[in-house]
């Protein structure tokens, strides 16, 4: 005559519960390991050459087996692409999530604008590079450009920026709203200084996750702002340089002085971006917007 | 009048006013004009992609001397200008559908571990690492995946061709680390964060009742999940996969570098070469001439096609969802 167990779940059942534990930690470790090693790598070989040099010089007349050289074209070309791109996407992004949030409510138009934000979300960012190429280069005729890249990297941060505004103007109280109005406020007032400054550091937050995401795309700034090794500080005249570009143009040639050039261009390029992320978090987390 | 027809004759009042964009004002008019105008901006931008990808092109479809679809090769500026798709889609599909095979259980179990393992306290800090490895711009996933992970990935490949050779996949004839399962599961880590986070949010959701009422009936953590947590998810996990697998299928930088430059459709995982659209497009861009430019203009409007597709049928998948709960 067997006994049964009361004390707890069979051996069988046991086991397997044990067993998912641990599929499951093994499987946020193996998250983990790429994240560990790629920061590592990326620092132990970007310091090599992350030096003044680096920074305050550019790749003019230096050939792919030279040492020395640096990214400084890189860096001002990137600021100023990734600038103008912000100048470009944020406005549009915020009236378009003001449209949709206050003044939409459920219409077709709002609806249809819902579903193509989502839709851009999911536009590689190598065909928003041969949307500009299409039209601003092969059409209009101008030359490869920084602004060209500004514009192909503001199509990318326009859904971005549209969906967090949404979110953050989503969280802003009805009340806010009616109690501006009930005070003879117009509409226009009401958004842009009530409800608009309300959901402000959401907005900020967001905006920063945005660019520091559009920060680090290659692919769409191959078509447009094509490569160069001298300094070209205007964006709007002539082939310019950009930070992911530089890694890209470096890690491609064999000899391992311009691997080290392109370790460090990571490097700084993950300092830029990961500054931004903990930026946009910090602020975040110092402000959040008024609860419902 | 009881207070809650007041505040339904309130929300009504609010209702007529949102259906109304002005009150008639100079300034008001203008702001919602604006703000009506981004809303359609953003409509134009869209279909102005379609439009001008189409327009572009159509002059290298006119002088495709090849089967655009089925054709393998790829000389769009030779004098008999012969160039098709097969393999970039070959590619393309087949790498991302084994980073999508890679990612989705991991991505799962990540979800699981932030979301019910994990100490309460630490799930926030932990979603956030995780989320990390999306901030990692692709470019830098290309040089760690060409200057660290393909030499790991050499040594790999061998064992797998040497001992494992038996099954096609990891036959053929040379084997290297530049081969489509690398691309695969560098793709696969940049996928992770997307799919695990979505996952993560639609496992939040899952009614506290659904696991107490499991719990009752004495079921083992796992069994909660099982009978409680993943029913309920199924559709997100989804369409979680999904709108990874549409990140995969446009990523290129880190794809063109980690790839070799060997071309040609093969289902040997491990042969070093393979092409995508997108690597296709950012390796040869730069030498391209004006009908070679069409061609990968072409090749791109195909891929924003598919990748269009994807997404939609995920945001379907989602928005049925909210349907029902």
Redesign the interface.
């Known amino acids: 005559m067997s006994t049964v167990n009361l004390t707890g779940?069979s051996g069988i059942?046991?086991f397997?519960?044990k067993?998912?534990?641990v599929?499951?930690?093994?499987?946020?470790a193996?998250?983990?390991i790429?994240?560990v090693?790629?920061l590592y790598?990326?620092i132990k070989?970007g310091a090599k050459r992350f030096d003044m040099e680096f920074f305050t010089h550019s790749m003019n007349a230096i050939g792919g087996r030279d040492a020395g050289g640096g990214a400084y074209h890189a860096i001002i070309g990137t600021i100023e692409q990734v600038g103008l791109a912000s100048v470009i996407s944020i406005?549009?992004?915020v009236?378009?999530a003001?449209?949709?949030v206050?003044?939409?409510?459920g219409r077709r138009?709002?609806r249809?604008?819902t579903?193509?934000?989502?839709?851009?979300?999911?536009?590689?960012?190598?065909?928003?590079g041969?949307?500009v190429?299409?039209?601003w280069i092969?059409?209009l005729g101008f030359e490869y450009m920084g602004f060209a890249g500004s514009l192909a990297l503001a199509?990318l941060m326009?859904p971005t920026v549209?969906r967090a505004t949404e979110e953050m103007l989503k969280l802003v109280p009805?009340d806010l709203?009616?109690a501006s109005?009930a005070l003879g406020v117009?509409?226009?007032?009401t958004?842009?200084f009530v409800i608009l400054p309300t959901a402000f550091t959401g907005i900020i937050t967001g905006v920063m996750l945005a660019i520091?995401?559009v920060?680090?795309?290659?692919?769409p700034l191959?078509?447009t702002v094509?490569v160069t090794t001298a300094i070209n500080n205007s964006p709007f005249k002539g082939p310019q340089m950009a930070l992911?570009l530089f890694?890209?143009d470096q890690?491609?040639l064999p000899q391992q002085v311009a691997?080290d050039r392109?370790?460090a261009g990571?490097l700084t390029?993950?300092l830029f971006?990961?500054l931004l992320?903990l930026a946009a978090?910090l602020i975040a987390r110092l402000r959040k917007p008024v609860s419902r | 009048m009881t207070s809650e027809t007041l505040e339904q004759g309130a929300t009504r009042a609010l209702d007529g006013r949102t259906r109304k964009m002005s009150t008639g004002r100079l300034g008001d008019r203008l702001f919602g004009l604006s703000a009506k105008g981004s809303g359609i901006l953003l409509l134009v931008i869209m279909a102005a992609i379609a439009v001008f990808l189409i327009v572009k092109a159509v002059p290298a479809l006119r002088a495709d001397k090849a089967n655009f679809l089925t054709s393998q090769e790829w000389n769009p500026d030779a004098a008999q200008s012969r160039f098709g798709i097969a393999q970039l889609t070959f590619g393309t599909v087949l790498s991302s559908v084994l980073a999508l095979i890679l990612a989705t259980p991991v991505a799962v179990g990540i979800a699981l571990f932030i979301a019910f393992y994990a100490p309460r306290r630490l799930a926030d800090g932990l979603g956030y690492v995780v989320d990390l490895l999306a901030a990692v711009p692709s470019i830098v996933y290309g040089l760690w995946g060409l200057q660290f992970f393909v030499p790991k990935m050499n040594g790999v490949a061998t064992f797998l061709h040497d001992d494992f050779g038996w099954i096609p996949l990891f036959g053929g004839d040379t084997v290297g680390g530049q081969c489509i399962l690398t691309a695969s599961i560098v793709l696969a880590i940049m996928i992770l964060p997307i799919i695990s986070s979505i996952t993560r949010e639609i496992f939040l959701q899952v009614p506290r009742a659904n696991i107490e009422a499991a719990l009752a009936l004495g079921a083992t953590r796992w069994e909660v999940i099982r009978m409680a947590v993943l029913p309920f998810g199924r559709s997100g996990m989804i369409s979680a996969s999904m709108l990874g697998l549409g990140r995969a299928l446009g990523e290129t930088i880190a794809v063109a570098l980690v790839l070799g430059t060997a071309s040609g459709i093969s289902l040997h995982l491990l042969k070093p070469g393979g092409n995508t659209f997108a690597a296709n497009i950012a390796n040869t861009f730069a030498m391209a001439g004006k009908i070679g430019q069409s061609a990968l203009i072409a090749s791109g409007l195909v891929l924003f096609v598919i990748t269009l597709l994807v997404n939609m049928a995920a945001r379907a998948v989602i928005s049925r969802r909210k349907e029902f709960v």
């Open positions: 779940p059942r046991k397997k519960d067993l998912a534990f599929a499951v930690c093994a499987a946020f193996l998250a983990v790429p994240l090693t790629l790598t990326v070989n406005p549009i992004g009236l378009t003001v449209y949709l206050e003044y939409g409510g138009l709002a249809i604008v579903f193509f934000v989502d839709v851009m979300t999911g536009v590689p960012s190598i065909v928003s041969l949307f190429f299409a039209f092969a059409l199509v326009l549209v009805n709203r009616e109005y117009p509409r226009w007032r958004i842009c520091a995401r920060m680090g795309e290659t692919a191959l078509m094509f992911p890694v890209w890690a491609q691997i392109a370790w990571a390029l993950i971006v990961m992320n978090r």
